[in-house]
Structures are given as C-alpha cells and as structure tokens.
C-alpha cells in the first residue's frame, strides 16, 4: 500500500499581502510567497528579468579544451565527437557538431548503443578510432568516469578534450582538458548545466562570444532540449536557456524538429516545457532505448523537409514500440509480484524476466516505485547474464545499497535515486535477499513518499485570470515545479467516466457555491470509492485549456483523501507494512497495531457493505479513525489470511464459509500479539 504524506508549504500571509500590494494576483502571490519569494522586488527579477549566461572561460580547463580543438581546425585534423543516446548527449553532440562545422573542421560523430559497449567511452570503440587514425576526441555528457579508458587512449595516441556534467571522482581521467562543473576545483558561478549546456558553453568559448546568449539563437532549442529531457533544476542559467529555447522551438527553423513537432501533435500550438517532456523527448529518447539514437541526431542536424518527415514518423514508430515494451514488461512483472505477494512487502522489490528489453527496464522500475512507494529494480536476463536498471526515492540511497551488495554483481553504477547493474542470473536470488536485508538495517521503516503541496486555495479563487497569471512561473520542471493546490473540504457533487474505454474519472467538486470540474487518471467511476457527497481533500495541478467557449480552468487531480484525514495513516501504514516484512517494531508501536475482536468485526461489517476499496483504504481509515489505521490494516490482513475476505476486481468481499474461524489463530494476530518480528 503506497500513501503519501502530504507536505504542505508554510504560508507566508505577509509575503503574501505584500505581493499581493504589489498588483500580484491571489494564487501567483501566495505560490511566490510560499516558496520563499516573498518580496516584490525578488518576484520581478524572477518573472521578468533572465539571468546572465556566464563567461564560459570560468569553467576549468576551458582554455585547454578551445586551444586542442582550434589547434585540430588549424591542422586539418578530424575531431571526432563521442556523444550518449540519451536525448541530452544527443542533443550535446548536434550542437557540437553544427559549430565546429560552421568553423571549418573536419567532424565525426560517435553515439554508443546500449546493446554495443553501453555508456560512455569503452575499449573497443578507441581501439576502432584509433586503427582509423582518429587523434583527437571530445566527449560530450559523458567522459568524467573514464579513467582507464583515457589511459588506454593516451596509449593508442588519442588526446581527449572530456565535456560532462555528471559528478566526478576523486581521480580525474588524464585527458587535455577535463571541463565539468561538478570538478571540485571549478570555480565557475553555476553547477546545474546539462551535458548540452556544457556543450554550448564550449562552443560559446570557441566562437569567441563576449556573452554566450549570442549562441542561444542557432543552439539555444537544442540546449533546451538537453536541460529539460535530463530533468535538471529549471533555476539559474538553465531558467534563461530554457525560456530562449522554448521560444526559439516555437518557430524553429529546423527542419527536424518542425518535423518531430507536427509529428507529435503539438504543431500551431504555444511550445512549453511540458511539450518537450511529454512529446519530443520520448520520441528521441526511443531511438536510444530500443534502436540506435543515430536516428535521433540525423533528425537534429536534417536539414531537408521530406528527409525530415521520414524521420520523425520513424521515431514515432520506434517509441510506439517502447510503449508496447514498457506495457507488456510492466504487465509482466506485476503479474510476477501478484503470484508471490511476499514480494511486494520487501523493502526493496527486485524482479525479473527472461529477455525484457533492457531499453525500458528504467522506466518500468519507475512505475513499480510509484505504485508500491519503495526502490525497485527490474533485471533482464539472457543467456545466463542479468542487466538491470532501479530506481529509488529521495528518502533511500540506491547507489549505497549496491555497494553493499557489490561482491554479488558483476559490474553496476549510478546515484542515490537510479543506478544500472550486471548479474550472473542465478545470483538474482541470492541479490534480492542481501539487498533487501541491508535495506532492513539501514531503513527499518520505510517513509511513506511526499506529495509536496504549495498552497491551499479556494475553489472560488480558480479563475481564468489568476490561474492564467501563473504561466508567468514557466518554465516548469525540475526545481520550479508546476503548482499543486490543496482543495479543502470539498464535496464530491459529480462523477462521470472520463476517456474513450471510461476508466479516468471526471468529477465535480463544490466548496458553498463554487464548483470546479478535476479529472481524475487512472481510477475508472466504479473504482472510486469517494461517493456523491462525500468531502474530500484534493491536491491539483490547475491550466487553462481553450474550450468551445473560449479559455477554460482545467484542474488535474494528483491524489485524493477524505477531508481531515491528515498524514498519520500514511506513516501507520509504512510501520505496519515495515512489521509484515520482519521489522520489529517497539512494544507501544506493535501494541497499537494489535486491534481487539469488535475493531475487526467492524471491518468486516464494512467490507460486506461493499465499499472497501483495495487500492484506496483511506476511506476505511477515516470510518475507523485515523489513529486506529494499524489495527484497520492488521483487521483486514487477518480476515484475509482466514480466508473470510477476499479481493474481487478493486474491492474487498466477504467469503461465504462454513462452521466459525478462531480469529486469534490468524497469523499476523499472533505476531503482533507475541511480539515476534
């Protein structure tokens, strides 16, 4: 059961008036406000002035790196161009690519493959470009961990100019210059370029541009493009290339990226960052994950518009097809996890399937950690060998739970949050124990993952202009992100399937006189178990949308909860699954859970009303108060291991039995009546 403790910012009532004194409106004052930007002057600078690019000369070895590569111009020598197949290093590569042309040198361009070598730099890749007589390599948005490998390139007589972003180690890989933000002896103003803004400032430099927003013109989309897709903070430098690129995107002249827009839909409509995330970047990530992201860069740099045409519709066939693979592994794997529930108890959910495209694993251990609210990894396996991708949230370090289980991998690597590995495939076993065993010394009770909230508003307060107002916050993403509003104690007065198969939810909640329509994802009518009437708390994202009417708010519902219920069943429920999956929790704590023989009789009277929601339990919480939520979850697991209940389609139903159940017998019952862990 995964549910989220709900965080809501401080309100700032005086930043606030302030702003508001200042001819802000209501809900862009109190979001300002509430993240800390409560004086009117800092919100002008904000939502009206770009900050400067800075001088690319400030980042180190940037002059090492400007004098190899125009020492090759000058010389006539080819510079070959190592990129990633990720949108970023994609991104990274064209811009590279398009400047040093426009310079006069010779280019090659070099993107790994997943199935070839993988990331980065690798031995048989140098050795190739050696034998081909390349001397001179620049890597974009990879190179920083490339110890030996520079080693073996100083040894095959290539000279390295590395470009990154990504954190680095203590030793740093031999090369000519080595130009990284994150190096610990960098100096320069701001820390949260992407690969491809590493790349535009190196090209900034080689170009010779007083101020690198000269370059924002020809390069300013693709750097956008790079920022956005690698999820990095939308703040500093970054908020200024992304909003030159987002209006340079808008009109592109790039055949390619016109081609890949009318392609996904969004051709003649207002470009923002939402568009790159949702429908550019998957397109050009697919070429990476499932073919070869060759096709991604040639779509980049096209620059004929039937050329372009072909290949666009080519990325979306492609990511048609990561979609099916995503779905049929997510089907898959949850189908494995529902044949041996233990699993979905474990602190960390580890599963695994015979030839799983290893290109979307990523995002498949990504839905598995949003549904269940704990790390996951999904593994691949062929022949013998597993490769897999995990992902964790920010409360749990994935990278150090690895390292832990080091002497049971192949290889792996990665950060606190996402983190690649190989395995023997028949060491899986043995990996999901120890990982999960570390995971009960280092986190004994999981927190339940946050869902940040900035501001409670009133439904009456959803106007076309103040909502409109907010835009000015844009570009939305990481470190700025879209504004959730909490809707208190609102009465559900309307609910209506929503999509073409019904299963979203369309509902009409209603504050005395005000009523707004929110929709609903995932959760079909028969699925919801907040009936006509009842009052809810809701967290939304707010837009407009252009009806037949002309502007319209449209309210996205992130989650939903009985009005009131507040977050102590959250953390009940992450302690009582923490004591289901061995941890044992102190005598009050384990006590509290204990329910008495009315608490679970009660439950099943609810349960045989009907209305017990599997995947939403809140409900039953509230009924049964929210301090009790651990005896409610210790009920309804003991009714269910009786065999007395059981889960039909979303909901708990009563089992028809004969002759009486000793309720004392269940097992989580004696468990938690004994104490035993």
């Given at each position: 059961?995964?549910?989220?403790?709900?965080?809501?910012?401080?309100?700032?009532?005086?930043?606030?008036?302030?702003?508001?004194?200042?001819?802000?409106?209501?809900?862009?004052?109190?979001?300002?406000?509430?993240?800390?930007?409560?004086?009117?002057?800092?919100?002008?600078?904000?939502?009206?002035?770009?900050?400067?690019?800075?001088?690319?000369?400030?980042?180190?070895?940037?002059?090492?790196?400007?004098?190899?590569?125009?020492?090759?111009?000058?010389?006539?020598?080819?510079?070959?161009?190592?990129?990633?197949?990720?949108?970023?290093?994609?991104?990274?590569?064209?811009?590279?690519?398009?400047?040093?042309?426009?310079?006069?040198?010779?280019?090659?361009?070099?993107?790994?493959?997943?199935?070839?070598?993988?990331?980065?730099?690798?031995?048989?890749?140098?050795?190739?470009?050696?034998?081909?007589?390349?001397?001179?390599?620049?890597?974009?948005?990879n190179g920083i961990s490339a110890i030996e490998e520079a080693d073996l390139a100083a040894e095959l007589g290539i000279e390295l100019v590395i470009t990154d972003h990504?954190?680095?180690?203590?030793?740093?890989?031999?090369?000519?210059?080595?130009?990284?933000?994150?190096?610990?002896?960098?100096?320069?103003?701001?820390?949260?370029?992407?690969?491809?803004?590493?790349?535009?400032?190196?090209?900034?430099?080689?170009?010779?541009?007083?101020?690198?927003?000269?370059?924002?013109?020809?390069?300013?989309?693709?750097?956008?493009?790079?920022?956005?897709?690698?999820?990095?903070?939308?703040?500093?430098?970054?908020?200024?290339?992304?909003?030159?690129?987002?209006?340079?995107?808008?009109?592109?002249?790039?055949?390619?990226?016109?081609?890949?827009?009318?392609?996904?839909?969004?051709?003649?409509?207002?470009?923002?960052?939402?568009?790159?995330?949702?429908?550019?970047?998957?397109?050009?990530?697919?070429?990476?994950?499932?073919?070869?992201?060759?096709?991604?860069?040639?779509?980049?740099?096209?620059?004929?518009?039937?050329?372009?045409?072909?290949?666009?519709?080519?990325?979306?066939?492609?990511?048609?097809?990561?979609?099916?693979?995503?779905?049929?592994?997510?089907?898959?794997?949850?189908?494995?996890?529902?044949?041996?529930?233990?699993?979905?108890?474990?602190?960390?959910?580890?599963?695994?399937?015979?030839?799983?495209?290893?290109?979307?694993?990523?995002?498949?251990?990504?839905?598995?950690?949003?549904?269940?609210?704990?790390?996951?990894?999904?593994?691949?396996?062929?022949?013998?060998?597993?490769?897999?991708?995990?992902?964790?949230?920010?409360?749990?370090?994935?990278?150090?739970?690895?390292?832990?289980?080091?002497?049971?991998?192949?290889?792996?690597?990665?950060?606190?949050?996402?983190?690649?590995?190989?395995?023997?495939?028949?060491?899986?076993?043995?990996?999901?124990?120890?990982?999960?065993?570390?995971?009960?010394?280092?986190?004994?009770?999981?927190?339940?993952?946050?869902?940040?909230?900035?501001?409670?508003?009133?439904?009456?307060?959803?106007?076309?202009?103040?909502?409109?107002?907010?835009?000015?916050?844009?570009?939305?993403?990481?470190?700025?992100?879209?504004?959730?509003?909490?809707?208190?104690?609102?009465?559900?007065?309307?609910?209506?399937?929503?999509?073409?198969?019904?299963?979203?939810?369309?509902?009409?909640?209603?504050?005395?006189?005000?009523?707004?329509?929110?929709?609903?994802?995932?959760?079909?009518?028969?699925?919801?178990?907040?009936?006509?009437?009842?009052?809810?708390?809701?967290?939304?994202?707010?837009?407009?949308?252009?009806?037949?009417?002309?502007?319209?708010?449209?309210?996205?519902?992130?989650?939903?909860?009985?009005?009131?219920?507040?977050?102590?069943?959250?953390?009940?429920?992450?302690?009582?699954?923490?004591?289901?999956?061995?941890?044992?929790?102190?005598?009050?704590?384990?006590?509290?859970?204990?329910?008495?023989?009315?608490?679970?009789?009660?439950?099943?009277?609810?349960?045989?009303?009907?209305?017990?929601?599997?995947?939403d339990l809140q409900p039953l919480f509230a009924t049964a108060g929210p301090e009790n939520t651990g005896k409610t979850l210790a009920s309804l697991t003991a009714l269910?291991?009786?065999?007395?209940?059981?889960?039909?389609?979303?909901?708990?139903?009563?089992?028809?039995?004969?002759?009486?159940?000793?309720?004392?017998?269940?097992?989580?019952?004696?468990?938690?009546?004994?104490?035993?862990?």
């Amino acid at each position: 059961m995964n549910y989220r403790a709900w965080q809501l910012k401080n309100a700032d009532t005086a930043g606030e008036s302030a702003l508001l004194a200042a001819g802000y409106g209501p809900l862009l004052a109190r979001v300002l406000a509430c993240r800390g930007i409560a004086q009117p002057q800092a919100a002008a600078a904000l939502l009206e002035e770009e900050p400067p690019l800075s001088d690319p000369f400030l980042l180190k070895d940037m002059d090492e790196a400007v004098a190899r590569i125009q020492q090759a111009i000058e010389n006539g020598e080819t510079i070959v161009i190592f990129g990633d197949y990720d949108v970023d290093g994609v991104s990274a590569t064209a811009i590279l690519y398009e400047c040093l042309t426009n310079l006069g040198a010779q280019v090659r361009c070099k993107l790994p493959t997943r199935e070839g070598g993988g990331y980065g730099l690798n031995r048989e890749t140098l050795q190739k470009l050696a034998d081909k007589g390349y001397k001179l390599i620049v890597t974009v948005d990879n190179g920083i961990s490339a110890i030996e490998e520079a080693d073996l390139a100083a040894e095959l007589g290539i000279e390295l100019v590395i470009t990154d972003h990504h954190l680095p180690a203590q030793q740093l890989p031999k090369a000519v210059a080595v130009v990284d933000p994150k190096r610990e002896d960098d100096t320069s103003p701001f820390k949260d370029l992407c690969g491809a803004g590493v790349a535009f400032k190196l090209c900034a430099a080689l170009e010779g541009c007083e101020d690198p927003a000269e370059l924002l013109e020809p390069f300013g989309e693709l750097a956008a493009l790079g920022t956005i897709a690698d999820v990095m903070p939308l703040v500093g430098e970054n908020r200024t290339i992304v909003k030159e690129g987002l209006a340079t995107l808008q009109d592109t002249l790039r055949p390619g990226l016109q081609a890949l827009l009318e392609n996904a839909g969004y051709a003649g409509r207002p470009v923002t960052a939402e568009t790159v995330s949702y429908g550019l970047a998957p397109r050009l990530n697919a070429a990476g994950r499932m073919d070869t992201a060759a096709v991604a860069l040639k779509l980049l740099l096209c620059e004929n518009e039937e050329q372009a045409a072909g290949i666009a519709a080519r990325l979306s066939e492609i990511n048609t097809s990561r979609q099916q693979a995503e779905q049929q592994i997510a089907a898959a794997a949850l189908e494995k996890l529902s044949a041996d529930p233990a699993r979905v108890l474990d602190r960390v959910i580890v599963v695994s399937g015979e030839g799983w495209h290893p290109g979307v694993i990523g995002i498949v251990a990504t839905r598995l950690m949003e549904k269940y609210g704990r790390p996951s990894i999904v593994i691949s396996t062929e022949n013998g060998e597993g490769r897999g991708s995990g992902r964790a949230p920010t409360s749990f370090n994935l990278h150090a739970a690895l390292c832990a289980c080091a002497p049971l991998l192949l290889r792996f690597g990665g950060h606190s949050a996402a983190a690649g590995l190989t395995i023997e495939e028949e060491k899986i076993g043995a990996f999901r124990k120890a990982i999960n065993d570390w995971a009960a010394k280092e986190y004994p009770v999981p927190k339940p993952l946050p869902l940040k909230l900035d501001a409670v508003a009133d439904i009456a307060e959803l106007t076309v202009p103040t909502v409109q107002e907010l835009s000015r916050l844009a570009p939305f993403g990481s470190g700025n992100p879209v504004p959730v509003f909490l809707l208190q104690n609102a009465a559900v007065d309307g609910i209506w399937p929503l999509g073409s198969e019904g299963r979203h939810c369309r509902i009409r909640l209603r504050q005395g006189g005000a009523a707004c329509f929110v929709s609903l994802f995932g959760t079909a009518p028969d699925d919801l178990p907040y009936r006509m009437g009842t009052a809810v708390d809701a967290a939304v994202e707010v837009s407009i949308f252009q009806g037949r009417g002309g502007p319209m708010v449209s309210c996205h519902c992130c989650a939903m909860r009985p009005a009131g219920l507040g977050n102590a069943p959250a953390e009940q429920a992450a302690r009582f699954d923490a004591f289901l999956s061995g941890t044992a929790l102190p005598d009050d704590e384990r006590l509290a859970c204990l329910p008495t023989r009315a608490d679970t009789a009660a439950v099943y009277r609810m349960v045989r009303t009907g209305n017990v929601f599997a995947d939403d339990l809140q409900p039953l919480f509230a009924t049964a108060g929210p301090e009790n939520t651990g005896k409610t979850l210790a009920s309804l697991t003991a009714l269910e291991q009786l065999g007395l209940i059981e889960r039909r389609g979303s909901r708990y139903q009563p089992v028809e039995v004969t002759g009486k159940k000793d309720l004392s017998s269940a097992p989580v019952l004696r468990r938690l009546a004994e104490g035993e862990g």
